[in-house]
């Protein structure tokens, strides 16, 4: 069983950063996958960005590069998300995601382990 906890999240005005941090805990393993996950009101779960525990490979939804990076601290156990020059239409709960594979994964049912999310409200 692996344990996501996110944190980082909070009410910003437009222009400015944030970084998301989630931490694993529990049976971790070298090989997986892990990813951001945000689910703004009325609007379905979509992908921000995925990493590759394995090689630090990494992915993002085209809306989304640009202004947001994904990274790893593997002693950590940490996976991040910076967003930078946020906008008003980022508002939404992020969710950490993790899940074993080589591979990097980007669709949502391919994770089986999920945060409990946290809220990122961005003022105008």
């Known amino acids: 069983q692996v344990q996501l906890v996110e944190s980082g999240g909070g009410l910003v005005q437009a222009g400015a950063s944030l970084r998301l941090s989630c931490a694993a805990a529990?049976?971790?393993?070298?090989?997986?996958?892990m990813a951001w996950f945000r689910q703004a009101p009325g609007k379905e779960r979509e992908i921000v960005a995925a990493i590759s525990w394995r090689d630090g490979s990494t992915y993002y939804a085209d809306s989304m590069k640009g202004r947001f990076t994904i990274s790893r601290d593997n002693a950590k156990n940490t996976v991040y998300l910076q967003m930078d020059v946020l906008k008003p239409e980022d508002t939404a709960i992020y969710y950490c995601?993790?899940?074993?594979?080589?591979?990097?994964?980007?669709?949502?049912?391919?994770?089986?382990?999920w945060g409990q999310g946290t809220q990122v409200t961005v003022s105008s």
């Open positions: 529990g049976r971790t393993f070298s090989t997986y996958s």
């Open positions: 995601a993790a899940w074993f594979s080589s591979r990097i994964l980007t669709r949502e049912d391919e994770y089986g382990y």
